[in-house]
């Protein structure tokens, strides 16, 4: 098959160039297919080259926002193969509608820390902000080019002030029916995608790295964290990274994620949640499948706030939250090197359990499969494997593990339970507690 067809394309300065663009990826679901099925617009009718500066430090904003005004509504947009792109202006992408991005080149942000913070867009989770907004519908990004964060800077910033507002790398908000393929995403000052108030999106084939070069860490670089979303599928992808692989935050429903090697995370996490008092969240069936996990501090985990102020860290604290984790299955899992197989807590952020199970969750958890995992873990929490913590049985119930096959290096698989039905767990139960991540 042919990988790109051959097109004389009329570029936004109306020179004829000739150039390649790409085919549009053909999406495998493997080993399920998500509920909503996948879009499968009509081809483009133009296309519109984006001119570059190529200098590598001239902001080529105005010409990517003009290109994708005109193709915008049926046109296929070009960063061609070879090409760097300067990014150092904020852009709301949210009027993208009925269009083909197709990345084959590099695009990179300044390194310019003080007009970011000034000017990234606002999520209102978290304190999340990010340096550009995408949303619409029908859209599809692909290509197999490069979005670079610059992320050395935001590290060394962060370690400076861990109040410094550090852009994710793809913001979404209000995306629907649309497709983001063949990529490769490096350097996020944070998370790489934040994908909020969307429906009916897939991820797919994204290779995600970027470890920092200095001694400050590149933290909190989540692969995806979902927001306020449903149908959200997340599959193909290699992730290296320093912070969860992928996270679903609060009101994340019917998420399929599989298919994903992850290196270096703190797994597939549901959470946190609960951090925020007066609030009410909701995470719900959730289906993660056939995940290769490394070098991880865990690999499948629900951590929620307990019902009492608690804090990590100067910038992540709370508790008090409410709401509901409902019918999530972890399954067919290979580890190796995690500190944690498993993972559940309600007593996140706090490290007196006296006092997390004095004031148990008002989040509950229930109906949580995990199965069929195999590996050996690290020797972190020896003799355990895993942990299970409910903050009291009478919220939290239901909580299945079979056909674990996951020793520690010398061969237990002990597992913390707290408030457990033991029968249900595949693992030696024990009140040998050793802390959580
Ligand atoms: C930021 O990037 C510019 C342009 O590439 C470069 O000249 C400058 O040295 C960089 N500043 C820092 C602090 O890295
Ligand atoms: C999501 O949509 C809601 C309701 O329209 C809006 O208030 C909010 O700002 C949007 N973005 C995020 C990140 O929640
Ligand atoms: C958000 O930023 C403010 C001010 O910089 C800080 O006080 C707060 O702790 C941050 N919240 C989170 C959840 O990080
Ligand atoms: C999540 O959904 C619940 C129920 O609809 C709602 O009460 C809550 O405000 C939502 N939370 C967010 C962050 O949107
Ligand atoms: C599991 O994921 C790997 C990639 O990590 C893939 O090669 C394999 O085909 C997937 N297996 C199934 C049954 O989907
Ligand atoms: C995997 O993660 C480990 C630990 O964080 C790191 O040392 C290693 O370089 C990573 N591997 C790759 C291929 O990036
Ligand atoms: C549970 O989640 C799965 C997706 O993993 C979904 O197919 C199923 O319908 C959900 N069941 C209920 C009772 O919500
Ligand atoms: C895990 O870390 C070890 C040691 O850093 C490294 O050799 C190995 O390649 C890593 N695994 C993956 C899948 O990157
Ligand atoms: C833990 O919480 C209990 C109950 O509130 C309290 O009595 C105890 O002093 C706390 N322990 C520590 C070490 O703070």
Redesign the pocket.
Known sequence: MKLSLFLAALSSTGALAAQCISRRPTLKPMPYSPRVPFPSPPRRSKVCVVKTHGD??TDDSDSILSAFHECNNGGHVLFPRGETYTIGTAMDWTFLKHIDIDIQGRIQF??DTTYWQANSFRFIFQNVTSFFKLGGEDVWIYGGGTLDGNGQ?WYDTYAADIYTLRPVLVGIDGLKDSVVSDLVMRYSPEYYHFVANSSNVVFNNINIAGASKSKNVAKNTDGWDTYRSQDITIMNSVINNGDDCVSFKPNSTNILVQSLSCNGSHGVSVGSLGQYKGEFDIVESVMVSNISMHNASDGARIKVWPNAPSALSGDLQGGGGSGRVRNITYEDWTIDNVDYAIEITQCYGQSNLTLCQQYPSSLTIEDIVFRRFTGTTSKKYQPLIAAFACSSADVCGNIVASDINVLSPTGTNQAYCLNQNPANLDVECTSTYKGFN
């Open positions: 590598g430090v300044t390194n800077i």
